[in-house]
């Protein structure tokens, strides 16, 4: 089991759609990330929240808009995405740990395809 | 700007045998950590073991250990009496020293290395 869940497991959208994908953890943890993996591809870093305000955005298309919410809960908006797009979206979060390294707890993934 | 390069896209090991998992990076910093991370078909990211550069101490998790050389960048990850449920994506990660603020900044992924086991 994991103790950083998302929702949907898989999302089908045409490119005129809006959709939500749905990330939570209740480990307490303060920092949160999205991650694009493409197949047969390393994870790479879309956004990353901190005491729930955004802190990195890896110059990331304005048609994904990231949220959160509260500190449990992480959001990504979809809007007129890409077939490009169509990857395995990952959340993951970390202790606020300062200087000391914290490892990441990553989610199952949301596989997006955009038709 | 730091690169993690994983030379081996796949490997196979018989069941209960040794393997040996390259990892290479290029850095200046003298402050940094690395990682490995586990992908299953499952899909979940799972760390398996890591490393601080300053400790001169291989890290050790049960089966897992590393071999490090910092010397020559280089951070092997050694897996023993392989099981059946290791077969995975195996992916090294390297994170710098910086202080974020609270998160652990961007991990800087390689490409991965495919891991089968035979029965």
């Known amino acids: 089991d994991t103790e950083v869940t998302q929702t949907p497991k898989h999302l089908v959208m045409g490119m005129t759609n809006k959709k939500s994908l749905k990330c939570e953890q209740h480990?307490?943890?303060?920092?949160m990330y999205w991650y694009k993996q493409k197949a047969k591809k390393p994870p790479e870093l879309m956004f990353v929240?901190?005491?729930?305000?955004?802190?990195i955005n890896e110059s990331v298309p304005s048609r994904f808009s990231p949220e959160c919410p509260n500190s449990s809960l992480l959001n990504l908006h979809l809007h007129a995405l890409q077939p490009e797009d169509s990857a395995l979206y990952l959340c993951?979060?970390?202790?606020?740990?300062?200087?000391?390294?914290?490892?990441?707890?990553f989610g199952n993934g949301t596989r997006l395809t955009v038709t | 700007a730091q690169t993690v390069t994983q030379s081996q896209p796949e490997m196979s090991v018989q069941e209960a045998e040794t393997v040996t998992l390259s990892c290479t990076y290029d850095?200046?910093?003298?402050?940094?950590?690395l990682f490995w991370y586990k992908q299953p078909p499952s899909r979940q990211m799972i760390l398996v073991i890591r490393?601080?550069?300053?400790?001169?101490q291989n890290a050790t998790e049960n089966r897992f250990s590393v071999n490090f050389q910092k010397a020559a960048k280089s951070f092997s990850l050694k897996i023993s009496d392989s099981q059946l449920g290791d077969a995975a994506m195996y992916f090294c990660?390297?994170?710098?020293?910086?202080?974020?603020?609270?998160?652990?900044?961007?991990?800087?992924f390689g490409k991965g290395t495919k891991l089968s086991v035979k029965p």
């Open positions: 993951a979060s970390s202790r606020e740990t300062g200087t000391v390294i914290s490892p990441l707890h």
């Open positions: 480990m307490g943890h303060r920092a």
């Open positions: 929240y901190s005491y729930e305000k955004l802190s």
């Open positions: 850095t200046s910093e003298s402050d940094y950590y």
């Open positions: 490393q601080e550069a300053y400790k001169q």
């Open positions: 990660a390297y994170r710098d020293g910086m202080n974020y603020g609270g998160s652990q900044g961007n991990l800087i």
